[in-house]
Structures are given as C-alpha cells and as structure tokens.
C-alpha cells in the first residue's frame, strides 16, 4: 500500500534515503504557465541540502532550453543538463540507440521543440511546423501534395505533440510509415495531460492513431521507457538506489520509477488521483504519495 506523506519525520526520511530527486514537469512543477504552490521553496530547500535535482518531461514541444528559460520565468534557475524532455529523448534515442545514419531526414509530426532537438543531434527534418500546407483538407486532385512527393531520404517518422494534427498530416505520414526502411518513434504514450483545469490528449493518442493505420509498433522514449533512465545514469552518475521520482501519472511517471529501480512518489495536482492509485494492485502501486510537491517543504517547516 502507499504511503501518504503527512509528517515532518516522514520528510526527513525521504531527505535522508534519496540524494537524487527526479521531478515531472506537467503537474507537479507547473500546469501550464502557474508555478504549483511552494514548489519554489520545496526546492529551494532541497538545493540547500545538497540533493540533485533532475527534471524529465514528457512534454515534446519545447527544448532543454526553451524548458531551461520556462523554469527561469518562474524564478528557477536550472542547467539544461538536468532537464530531459521527451524531444531530446527521441532524438538521442535515434542517434545513440537506434544509430540512424546523419544523411537520413526526420519525419515531424509535431512542434518546433522537436524539430530543433533532431536538428541539434545533426539530422534533417521535413513535415512538422515546416509544411503549412498539411494544415488544409487533404485534396488528392492535387498532385502538388507532399503525400505525391515522398522524400526517400526519410529513415524515421517521429510523433510527438501536434496541436494541428489533422486528417492530411496523418495520411502522409501513413505513407511514410507504410516504408519498411522507415522506423517509428513516438516521444511518448501519454493518454492525457491536465491543461487549464481540463484533461486533454497526449502525445499517445496522436502516437496510437498512426500505430493504427500503419499497424507498425513505435519505440517510445519518453517515460516510462529504459532508454531515458539509462540516458540520465549516463549523464548524472546517478546511483538509482538513492533516487525517487515525483510525477502525478500513474502509467508514465510512476511506472517509469517502478519499472526501472527508482522509488516512486506520486503527487495529486496533475492527472493523478486517489481513487486511481487505489484501484491499482499493490506492486504497481508508488511508495509514497502526497496532496502536492510542495507538501515536503511545508511539512519540514510546521512544528
Ligand atoms: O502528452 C503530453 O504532452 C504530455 O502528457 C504532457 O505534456 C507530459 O508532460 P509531463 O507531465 O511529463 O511533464
Ligand atoms: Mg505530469
């Protein structure tokens, strides 16, 4: 069973087992453009113990810096080399893993974060923010149409957050998946994600709606996948055994702490709930839980 997280002691305990503290973004740092409260301060007093501080996001339209000026407007300074977003997730993950030669484009279905993460690891890409034509009605009288001119460099089609995904996008993009030589690489599998007080798509429904037409599987490199924990070790040094994941989703956050050594929080201000973790059986169930992030500093600083 989980444990709620309700006692100075109980804080201290966390602050005396873990060194390395990995948060989620979407629903325990922020949502949206709102710092979540005394997330500041939380940690603030985290720094000040000497813990390292990593955050992961699955979110794919920004980059390590555009997330690194996103912390800043808030008041936080934090290095690019302590942010792993799921763009540069992706794009690591076709140039280290995958090994997918330079001279190969990038397909995009997606923003202007994940075509300047692939461009950063030395690829082309083509589609994505750079075709606004995809954006009309598909028009198969129109032999001008980029789902007629199939570029045959392209060696990977990558899904990440398309806010204009239409019904054009995904047929060209079809095409493309239909190549055997072309791979499938999605920047994550997230059902939802908590926005202004709603629950929205993720970049899993998008990333499931190309899996369907071209029945091709994607890798995925955003949590909960193993490549990005070993892409984190790799970077940091970090010793897993004295890790824990904050996030508020269950099937990505958690998961990804669960699946890969890392002990596990789990954080009610994003998509997260009660009843879901309930619901869950016990060993896929986080250690602990709490209302909000900033519990632990609130908690360290009552009597
Ligand atoms: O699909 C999405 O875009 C994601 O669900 C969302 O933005 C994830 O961000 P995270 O909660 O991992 O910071
Ligand atoms: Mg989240």
């Known amino acids: 069973m989980s444990i709620k997280v309700t006692s100075k002691e109980m804080v201290q305990e966390l602050l005396d087992n873990y060194d390395n503290f990995l948060f989620d973004c979407d629903g325990v740092i922020w949502l949206d453009t709102t710092l979540l409260p005394k997330v500041l301060e939380t940690l603030d007093m985290l720094r000040a113990l000497g813990k390292r501080l990593i955050f992961v996001t699955n979110n794919s339209t920004k980059t390590r810096d555009e997330f690194v000026a996103k912390f800043a407007s808030f008041g936080l300074k934090i290095n690019r080399e302590d942010v792993f977003g799921s763009s540069y997730a992706s794009a690591i993950f076709a140039k280290d893993i995958l090994k997918l030669p330079q001279d190969q484009k990038i397909w995009i279905v997606g923003d ?3 075509e300047k993460e692939f461009k950063e690891a030395g690829y082309k890409t083509i589609g994505g923010t750079k075709m606004p034509e995809l954006d009309e009605p598909l028009d198969l009288k ?4 980029p789902i007629y001119h199939l570029d045959p460099q392209v060696g990977a089609a990558v899904v990440g957050m398309d806010t204009k995904i239409n019904y054009h996008r995904l047929a060209v993009t079809l095409q493309y998946l239909l190549k055997p030589n072309v791979v499938y690489i999605a920047t994550n599998i997230d059902s939802t994600y908590p926005a202004n007080g709603m629950v929205l798509p993720g970049e899993g429904t998008l990333v499931q709606a190309a899996a369907y037409c071209s029945q091709k ?6 949590k909960p996948s193993k490549s990005l924990i ?10 897993k055994n004295r890790s824990i994941m904050i996030g508020d989703n269950l099937n990505t956050d958690m998961k990804f702490g669960l699946d890969n050594g890392l002990e596990t929080m789990l954080v009610m201000t994003g998509i997260g709930s009660e009843e879901a973790l309930n619901a869950l059986e016990e060993t896929k169930q986080p250690t602990y839980f709490a209302d909000k ?3 632990l500093y609130e908690l360290m600083e009552s009597r």
């Open 112 to 114: 202007k974060g994940l």
């Open 142 to 145: 129109n032999k001008d149409d």
């Open 217 to 222: 599987k994607p890798y995925s490199c955003g």
């Open 230 to 239: 070993d892409v984190i070790v790799k970077t940091h040094g970090i010793d």
């Open 293 to 295: 992030l900033g519990d």
